[in-house]
């Protein structure tokens, strides 16, 4: 597909819900996108400003401290042991990098990417912007011959859910079995709720429990952005199978794809300091125990969502129509027809709004049932 034949941004579609939502008495509820409303911890924000002398161009591998400080983080954070500086890499967010990745392993034209049925639309745009086929599939049986990537959300956006450690090897083995890549974006792992989540680590594709050590064409993808609300700082990265982090590494050399020397050692310090990501996990499991009772008594079901900053609820009837009775109560949410053809009752419902608007929500939508 010609870069010019890509369909619209489906958000501009929201525009009249936006403005319904927004003519709310109370004023406007924001759920539908999943940008932090919290600050940026202090400790972060204070390694920031002491690296702003950079006058001297960054590197595209990242610092040797921040290269190790990834290391750490997933060795101490996700039990993910075997990596070194030679398998990670930074990057300027996560988006770009899912936008990029088939073109920048030499995808093409009689390619697939798989991708999960419940999808957040780059890792579409991705393969389109390649020349390759995208495939909307969570059954590795199904995966054909042709497939080249495969795309693994864990917790997933926008349904939350959570793959385990079984789901995970099944998945690697038939990816190995095609010779395609696999690759794990799993930006909201330190954001686990239900069942065996909310008292352990949320797996890794990495995790020596799926690959038994060898990372070969594994690759996972962890952004600061949700742990540290560092959205608007665009500072993620990559790790894992080394041969495929030095193709990415050239590419990016290439591209000039750097990110910026403070960030990088802003980086160091948000992967250093726990104390800040716990608490950030506080703030949103406090809003979600207030905002999926108040959708549950509204009458939604809630499904999935065992990890991760959203809510995926239904209320079995086609999603415009629940976005419309929401932006009655000015809440706004995001439809499931925006993240593939398979989900078209859900809807999507961020815990990335202050504590008042939260609440807020939990209240109009109590009000709605006893009226």
């Known amino acids: 597909m010609a870069l010019g034949a890509l369909p619209d941004y489906p958000w501009d579609l929201m525009a009249p819900y936006r403005e319904r939502a927004a003519a709310h008495a109370d004023g406007l509820v924001d759920l539908s996108i999943g940008s932090p409303v919290d600050p940026t911890p202090d400790v972060v924000r204070e390694a920031l400003a002491r690296a702003t002398d950079a006058h001297a161009y960054p590197q595209t591998t990242g610092t040797p401290a921040l290269r190790a400080a990834i290391v750490e983080w997933f060795a101490r954070r996700r039990g993910v042991t075997g990596l070194d500086a030679a398998s990670v890499l930074p990057t300027i967010g996560s988006k770009e990098l899912v936008a990029l990745l088939p073109f920048m392993l030499g995808l093409g034209e009689g390619d697939v990417v798989v991708h999960p049925r419940a999808a957040y639309p780059t890792y579409e745009m991705g393969a389109l912007f390649a020349g390759a086929r995208a495939l909307a599939s969570d059954d590795p049986r199904e995966w054909p011959a042709e497939t080249r990537l495969v795309w693994l959300n864990t917790p997933g956006n926008p349904d939350g859910r959570v793959l385990s450690v079984e789901e ?60 540290s609300n560092m959205a608007g700082y665009r500072a993620a990265f990559i790790a894992g199978c080394p041969e495929s982090i030095a193709r990415l590494t050239n590419v990016r050399k290439h591209a000039g794809l750097m990110p910026p020397a403070p960030l990088q050692e802003a980086m160091v310090v948000a992967l250093g300091d726990e104390r800040h990501v716990d608490e950030q996990k506080a703030r949103y499991r406090a809003r979600r125990d207030l905002l999926r009772p108040a959708l549950e008594a509204a009458g939604f079901r809630i499904d999935r969502s065992e990890g991760g900053l959203y809510l995926w609820a239904t209320e079995g009837r086609d999603a415009w129509d629940s976005i419309a009775r929401l932006a009655d109560l000015g809440i706004l949410a995001g439809p499931g027809h925006f993240y593939g053809v398979h989900f078209p009752a859900h809807v999507r419902l961020s815990l990335t709004a202050t504590d008042e608007r939260i609440a807020a929500a939990a209240e109009r939508l109590s009000a709605s049932v006893a009226s």
């Open 168 to 227: 995970l090897r099944a998945a690697r083995t038939r990816a190995l079995e095609l010779g395609a890549v696999i690759v794990s974006d799993e930006c909201y792992a330190e954001l686990g709720w239900d069942g065996a989540w909310a008292d352990e680590p949320v797996p890794s594709l990495l995790d020596p429990r799926v690959t038994d050590g060898d990372h070969h064409h594994a690759l996972a993808i962890y952004s600061l952005s949700k742990q």
